[in-house]
């Protein structure tokens, strides 16, 4: 039986269905069977872990083996034989960085996106509603600029019908084509989807300046990601982000998400309570920067993302780069069983550490 024939234990049409004491009984499980294969078909990973710890079996979740996301940039990590890789996905990055390369086989795709599918479904429903946009679609034919904004766009516009952008080719707003778009489909309900900073600048700010408002109706959602630090340096925080969305545009639904290339599939989205949460496939743990133990709730340090999907590349157990704090567990508000959390930005100086250690695995 293939790792993938294993996951029948989840019920997919509930995503957030397990409460901590039922997920614990098969989550280490898998974890153990992917630590245990990438070990045998990932020399380098094998390198890796073997440097912090000759004991690769875990009883707690802590225990997992876990590496730096910032390998991806450096290392080429797959556990599968290199001509049966389907799919080769990079990351974002500016230029002169280096970009992650995330090595995916045909299942390992598959169940990527049907899982993406799940999470999705669990917030915009079954029925796929009319999505527009909030970007300039000329971002998807220039190969050469191809980013997470794009890659994000794509991967996203499988969930709604009759797509539609909102801005121009000089990321101007379309405005008497938003209009349009809203008075045909509002009452229904619209998904719409951007880039965190994209949607600040040239939705709202642009409706601002115009001194016009939009009313996108009770129904429609929005999901936005990415572009924090730059709200952060404008000093607009998440309540006044959704405040100016409600003002200017009548959106009240509206979910940010967290994810990154590296752990495709495995999104934490945000809830209307504003805490991101984990499904039935993830988890997180928050680290202390210094001694990388385990901290308790609402104590702030390094964010550790947990994943079930990735079977052709090492990538189960990272961790990351981002500051967070674990508010919870199994008892949100909003009824979703799981632990939750936030995050609160980046580790200072996070682009050049621990890089030069990073050629002695090669």
């Not at 001509?83 to 045909?106: A, C, H």
């Not at 805490?275 to 928050?286: A, E, F």
């Not at 939750?340 to 550490?353: K, P, S, T």
């Amino acid at each position: 039986m293939s790792y993938y024939e294993n996951f029948s234990l989840f019920d997919h049409d509930h995503p957030y269905s397990l409460s901590s004491f039922e997920k614990n009984k098969i989550f280490l499980s898998f974890l153990n069977e992917l630590t245990a294969h990438h070990i045998k078909n990932s020399t380098a990973y094998a390198k890796i872990v073997s440097s912090q710890s000759n004991q690769f079996f875990a009883y707690r979740l802590e225990d997992v083996p876990f590496i730096p996301v910032r390998l991806f940039k450096f290392l080429d990590l797959l556990s599968v034989p290199r001509e049966s890789v389907y799919k080769t996905l990079t990351s974002s990055g500016t230029s002169g960085q280096s970009l992650s390369r995330i090595y995916l086989g045909r299942d390992n795709a598959a169940i990527q996106a049907k899982i993406l599918g799940a999470i999705m479904a669990d917030f915009l429903g079954k029925q796929r509603l009319p999505m527009l946009i909030i970007d300039a679609e000329n971002i998807l034919k220039d190969r050469a600029k191809f980013n997470a904004r794009a890659a994000g766009i794509l991967g996203f516009s499988m969930y709604g019908r009759g797509h539609a952008y909102a801005l121009d080719g000089e990321m101007n707003l379309k405005l008497e084509s938003l209009i349009l778009f809203l008075e045909k489909y509002r009452e229904s309900g619209i998904f719409v989807f951007g880039f965190t900073f994209v949607i600040w600048k040239f939705l709202l700010q642009a409706l601002e300046k115009a001194k016009f408002k939009v009313d996108f109706g009770a129904r429609s959602l929005l999901l936005h990601g990415g572009g924090w630090k730059k709200l952060n340096e404008e000093s607009v925080s998440s309540e006044v982000f959704k405040f100016k969305l409600l003002k200017q545009a009548g959106l009240r639904k509206i979910h940010n998400y967290y994810g990154m290339v590296e752990q495709t599939g495995s999104i934490y989205m945000e809830c209307a309570y504003g805490h991101l949460h984990t499904s039935n496939y993830s988890d997180v743990i928050i680290r202390d920067p210094i001694s990388f133990k385990p901290l308790s709730f609402n104590e702030q340090g390094l964010v550790q993302v947990i994943s079930l999907l990735p079977f052709s590349y090492p990538g189960h157990s990272l961790l990351t780069e981002d500051m967070g704090i674990l508010l919870g567990e199994d008892d949100c508000p909003c009824g979703r069983m799981g632990r939750y959390f936030h995050i609160m930005g980046r580790m200072d100086l996070a682009e050049i550490r621990g890089c030069s250690d990073v050629r002695s695995f090669t």
